[in-house]
């Protein structure tokens, strides 16, 4: 299972403008990023997350995907759960919670309206 952390900003920002990727990120902004997903877990009882390419729960610059990469994952992502969605009887199978395989009909989101501008993805 990968649980992927999306790294964004929101374009209203006044600092926005620095940020076009994961690059211009101040190092030590990036490592409390880290340590605030590795350590979320712990505040529920589970154990610290673990990052890949490592599979480790220490801290290294090499966790940030490029934005390039970035915006590949969530594109395979958006495929896959589209394609998820549109088999019911898979989605029964794996027990998934979905709206749009029951009678009520499809649940639907309601975005909050923010621009937000996307830096970077870390697994």
């Not at 009882?45 to 490029?66: E, H, L, M, N, Q």
């Not at 998820?84 to 649940?107: M, P, T």
Request: charged share 35%; with cysteine.
């Amino acid at each position: 299972e990968t649980d992927w952390k999306v790294i964004l900003i929101n374009a209203m920002d006044p600092e926005a403008d620095k940020y076009n990727s994961i690059e211009d990120v101040p190092e030590e902004t990036k490592e409390m990023i880290f340590t605030y997903f590795r350590d979320k877990p712990v505040a529920v009882g589970d154990a610290p997350g673990k990052f890949w390419p490592k599979i480790d729960d220490a801290y290294t610059p090499d966790v940030w995907f490029s934005l390039e990469d970035t915006k590949d994952i969530l594109s395979h992502t958006k495929q896959a759960y589209a394609d998820l969605i549109a088999d019911c009887s898979k989605v029964e199978e794996l027990e998934f919670a979905y709206a749009g395989c029951k009678d009520e009909g499809v649940a639907r989101l309601n975005a909050a309206g923010r621009k937000l501008k996307l830096l970077s993805a870390s697994s």
